[in-house]
């Protein structure tokens, strides 16, 4: 239903709380937060279809949404991994088809 592992998801959940600064609205805990979210986003859900589901109100819906987001913005960090520029030495099979002055050229941003 969510696309998560449960512990995976009660993990996340502690992450959103402590990092993401993330708390309990609207009669709503973080883990009803994160389940609205990744609905919405997994299994590109409208408003109106979660809040029938879930059982609150469209508005209600929407800010919880926003509120995810933003927490998970704020976690960017802590979640994902910078880039590492590839040298003009790389022996990986996947460079192969990219000009050597293709590679040197990215910088990273």
């Not at 708390?23 to 859900?45: F, Q, S, Y």
């Not at 991994?81 to 050597?100: A, C, H, Q, S, V």
Request: glycine residues 6%; aromatic residues 8%; hydrophobic residues 40%.
């Amino acid at each position: 239903m969510l696309r998560m592992r449960k512990r995976l998801f009660t993990k996340l959940c502690g992450l959103l709380y402590e990092h993401g600064k993330l708390r309990d609205k609207h009669c709503v805990n973080v883990d009803e937060h994160l389940a609205i979210t990744l609905h919405i986003l997994g299994h590109n859900m409208c408003n109106k279809v979660i809040s029938k589901w879930f059982q609150r109100s469209g508005d209600i819906v929407s800010v919880l949404f926003r509120r995810t987001i933003r927490a998970l913005i704020r976690m960017q960090r802590l979640l994902m991994k910078n880039p590492e520029p590839i040298g003009l030495e790389e022996t990986d099979i996947r460079w192969k088809y990219f000009p050597d002055q293709m590679i040197g050229d990215v910088e990273p941003t």
